[in-house]
């Protein structure tokens, strides 16, 4: 079975600093998608970046990077230059087709504190 | 604009007394799924829907129904809601089955608390 653990409940750092959450999952599959999802206190869910499990080289959206490493099945965000608007749960997500149904399975989540 | 809406986005109710949350979507999707989010354990598919008439459990099912009558509908019923229930509930689409790199369109989430 599929699985995705975030082992870090909750981080906090100051604005403008660099902040990494982590994030490792388990699977037999060698064609997969995963995800980083940022889930504010509107709770809406927003799609932060993706990343191709046969693309080598890591995702980059402005701000947010990954550190996708597939032999140790880890993938890490990255959020430079943090902002306090990036004050949100954060949730890694790992995507596959099982029989043309798309499952997406959720880590536990991260929560994120940008201070002042 | 593209979306995924859902009603009510704030329910309290009794325990057995049936609800339907009402999921819709514009976008023309195959795909729809419903997923259940608690703390500490992220979000958790409930069912998935790959077309009309066509649904499946996902990995928490027990207590809930879904029906697929239209391509833009999918409604989860709770026939006899029970206390642990109460959750944070999100309806999600996607456009074409089978490529699991396609972008899923989450409505705004559903809180229902059960007493």
């Known amino acids: 079975a599929q699985t995705v653990t975030q082992s870090q409940p909750e981080m906090s750092v100051q604005e403008a600093e660099t902040v990494t959450l982590s994030c490792t999952y388990d699977?037999?599959?060698?064609?997969?998608?995963l995800f980083w999802y940022k889930q504010p206190p509107s709770r809406q869910m927003i799609l932060v970046i993706r990343?191709?499990?046969?693309?080598?080289q890591n995702a980059t959206e402005n701000r947010f990077s990954v550190n996708f490493q597939k032999a140790a099945k880890s993938f890490s965000l990255k959020i430079s230059d943090s902002q306090l608007g990036d004050t949100a749960m954060y949730f890694c997500?790992?995507?596959?087709?099982?029989?043309?149904?798309?499952?997406?399975?959720f880590g536990q989540g991260t929560r994120l504190t940008i201070n002042p | 604009e593209a979306q995924v809406t859902q009603n009510p986005r704030y329910l309290i109710t009794v325990t057995g007394k049936k609800l339907t949350v009402t999921c819709s979507q514009n976008?023309?999707?195959?795909?729809m799924s419903w997923y259940r989010q608690d703390p500490g354990l992220g979000l958790r598919q409930i069912y998935y829907?790959?077309?009309?008439?066509?649904?499946d459990k996902g990995d928490v099912p027990e207590g809930y129904k879904v029906s697929r009558k239209e391509k833009r509908n999918f409604p989860l019923i709770l026939e006899s809601p029970s206390p642990n229930q109460t959750s944070l509930y999100f309806c999600?689409?996607?456009?074409?089955?089978?490529?699991?790199?396609?972008?899923?369109?989450f409505g705004e989430g559903s809180w229902l608390t059960v007493v």
């Open positions: 999600a689409s996607s456009l074409r089955q089978g490529y699991s790199g396609n972008t899923i369109y």
């Open positions: 699977t037999s599959e060698s064609n997969y998608y």
């Open positions: 990343q191709e499990a046969y693309k080598q």
């Open positions: 997500a790992f995507m596959r087709s099982i029989q043309g149904a798309q499952k997406l399975v």
């Open positions: 976008m023309n999707h195959e795909y």
């Open positions: 829907s790959m077309n009309v008439e066509v649904t």
